[in-house]
DNA sequence: CTGAAAGCGCTTACAG
DNA sequence: CTGAAAGCGCTTACAG
């Protein structure tokens, strides 16, 4: 391939001051906002900037100055609206920060993930928002570590270390989710959805306590690993409803998976809320007129995004700082669907 | 704010060009991977680069050579999954022909929209990839273009002078929605939702086409304008059943909408399809599994991001050559809801 | 096949 | 308060 053109480039630094009547130096320090420049000047450097059409090259400030104000954000599935909200509150907190985003997408693909994150680093970006790929190692922390690399974690946990993390209390939110499931007097209580992974654990792990506190025995046959999409919880559900006719109820692995249960749920003619109960996780925009509207755990999506945002912003500003996490309470929401 | 330190950059191309015994020429050489370099030298440069943990300063490189590989993409609105699907075919072609993107969301924020836009062409990046904000005006097209800055315009048009653009037929693909429902034997069909503005109108004119194809008065009174999102939809349909109830069928501005108002016909206790039909616009993946499954026009969401993308990188590498359109072919995609 | 030199657009001590 | 000079990490003619 060959190599792109690039804009014009044309008026530099150098021709604004020849304009001007000044030095490269004085156009840089009112370029600054520098208060060392007499008013006057400034205004006529500023006049001639104008004059010229001249455009800062922040690159080239960035490479002399060696400072960055872009930052790297990762996410692994954006068709999941539950990502899309994160991205959306930390692009929106970063921005207003002063930074601009290097957005990649990695589809759930080691891969490109590690082929993305390459190139970030090729990119002096001042820090990493990673929602990790299922399956990636933990000693990806060491690596952007030994690259002197800020970076926050979001969503799934990278392992035991301390490091910047932004998540949200699975278990104790799916616990709050069966629990209702419970007090509504359902006792065959499917767990739906979701592929193994840390994150899949701690949330059953959550639907398992809340079981045992109600002296309910646990059965892994009601488990119901899928695909954490609606067409892979759609399935699943039927297949459920064919093999389980005892169950009446299901804690979902997440919001989309509930979605998909809804929709196999009305194919079979059964009224969710009415004839089985569904319970969501995560709180996306579309669970509150979904149909009928879905009960479910509010972990506040655009919340959690601009957390991470700020403990991305707090590593880059005192890099010496001890980690911290921030984990969103879980709120229970109860809409139609339970 | 102070300035954010940035990652550790100890060694450079100088460093190992003094532990490979070169010049820095040469190890630049390599680094581009030139076959002026005997394939000795060259495997010693890369032994040293290696062993010396060398990172490749993209930003340099591309501000010595005045070349760009990155492009900045600004969408008004993620929390539609449409956006977020065209984005991710937009980024996936994009970082497959060797870019990374710039990514900034503008919430139908025109300020914010020329925040960003500026902020990005501080970067020198090599392209733009835009989806207006609703009244954006026409002469952004000219600024953008007196910035040097190849653009290509997605999903909402922007005036009538020759750009290139990456769209869908929305008259034709509203028009076959309608026509659908009047064959079904509908024959008080409403338009719903979305906000006034060129892409409304065209929908609305394939509206208004499948009504006088079929001998069928405008009326208009059947048509609601609300926010094209659930929300408003919901909001907007169960006032539409209150004023209206005539109405037995819906062509709806976008996907978004027809979810809200399966929302509200459940609210309602219609069975969508039965009681009430509706149509969608755009085939999101969610349609698939709502429910019940939308019945929608399909214009390829990710495949109208990947045309967006050859479209700016054509424009990249042919900066000369006539602007052109991509204009996806809506097909009807019939499911449940009618 | 490889090196010395100039320069991309900017910033930053250092003088004065 | 402002200018001359060096340099960020790289590329690219130009010699040899």
């Not at 690399?149 to 270390?161: A, E, Q, Y």
């Not at 001890?322 to 879980?330: E, F, K, M, W």
């Given at each position: 391939m060959?190599?792109?053109?690039?804009?014009?480039?044309?008026?530099?630094?150098?021709?604004?001051?020849?304009?001007?009547?000044?030095?490269k130096?004085?156009?840089?320090?009112?370029?600054?906002?520098?208060?060392l420049?007499?008013d006057?000047?400034?205004?006529?450097?500023?006049?001639?900037?104008?004059?010229?059409?001249?455009?800062?090259n922040?690159?080239?400030?960035?490479?002399?100055?060696?400072?960055?104000r872009?930052?790297?954000?990762?996410?692994?599935?954006?068709?999941?609206?539950?990502?899309?909200?994160v991205?959306?509150?930390?692009?929106?907190?970063?921005?207003?920060?002063?930074?601009i985003?290097?957005?990649a997408?990695?589809?759930?693909d080691?891969?490109r993930?590690?082929?993305?994150l390459?190139?970030?680093?090729e990119?002096?970006?001042a820090?990493?928002?990673?929602?990790?790929v299922?399956?990636t190692p933990?000693?990806l922390?060491?690596?952007?570590?030994?690259?002197?690399?800020?970076?926050?974690?979001?969503?799934?946990?990278?392992?035991?270390?301390?490091y910047?993390?932004?998540?949200?209390?699975?278990?104790?939110?799916?616990?709050l989710?069966?629990?209702?499931?419970?007090?509504?007097?359902?006792?065959?209580?499917?767990?739906?959805?979701?592929?193994?992974?840390?994150?899949?654990?701690?949330?059953?792990?959550?639907?398992?306590?809340?079981?045992a506190?109600?002296?309910i025995?646990?059965?892994?046959?009601?488990?119901?690993?899928?695909?954490?999409?609606?067409?892979?919880?759609?399935?699943?559900?039927?297949?459920?409803?064919?093999?389980?006719?005892?169950v009446?109820?299901a804690?979902?692995?997440?919001?989309l998976v509930a979605?998909?249960?809804?929709?196999?749920?009305?194919?079979?003619?059964?009224?969710?809320?009415?004839?089985?109960?569904?319970?969501?996780?995560?709180?996306?925009l579309?669970?509150?007129?979904?149909?009928?509207?879905l009960s479910?755990v509010?972990?506040?999506?655009?919340?959690?995004?601009?957390?991470?945002?700020?403990?991305l912003?707090?590593?880059?500003?005192a890099?010496?700082s001890?980690?911290?996490?921030?984990?969103?309470?879980?709120?229970?929401?109860?809409r139609?669907?339970?």
């Open positions: 060959s190599k792109p053109a690039s804009p014009a480039r044309a008026v530099t630094i150098h021709d604004v001051a020849a304009a001007a009547g000044v030095s130096s004085t156009v840089s320090l009112v370029l600054q906002g520098s208060t420049i007499r006057e000047t400034a205004e006529r450097v500023r006049e001639a900037a104008r004059k010229l059409g001249y455009v800062y922040r690159r080239a400030a960035e490479l002399r100055s060696n400072s960055s872009t930052i790297g954000v990762v996410i692994n599935d954006l068709m999941n609206p539950f990502f899309a909200e991205l959306v509150g930390l692009e929106r907190k970063l921005v207003d920060a002063g930074y985003v290097f957005m997408h990695t589809s759930e080691l891969r993930q590690e082929q993305v390459a190139t970030m680093r990119q002096n970006i820090g990493i928002a990673l929602c990790p299922l399956g933990q000693a922390l060491k690596t952007v570590k030994s690259w002197g690399i800020p970076l926050v974690v979001m969503v799934r946990p990278l392992g035991t270390s301390a910047d993390y932004a998540g949200s209390d699975n278990e104790g939110g799916v616990a989710a069966t629990a209702h499931l419970i007090a509504r007097g359902h006792r065959h209580i499917a767990f739906l959805g979701g592929r193994r992974g840390p994150v899949f654990e701690q949330r059953l792990a959550g639907y398992k306590r809340a079981l506190d109600a002296g025995a646990f059965d892994e046959a009601r488990v119901f690993a899928a695909d954490p999409t609606r067409e892979g919880a759609h399935d699943c559900t039927l297949a459920m409803l064919d093999s389980h006719a005892e009446t109820a804690a979902c692995y997440n919001d979605f998909g249960a809804l929709s196999a749920l009305g194919e079979r003619g059964l009224r969710p809320g009415k004839d089985f109960a569904v319970m969501g996780f995560d709180n996306v579309a669970a509150a007129h979904s149909n009928p509207p479910t509010d972990v506040r999506p655009g919340a959690l995004g601009e957390a991470a945002a700020a403990l912003l707090h590593r880059i500003s890099p010496g001890a980690p911290s996490r921030y984990i969103a309470t879980p709120h229970l929401v109860l139609q669907s339970a």
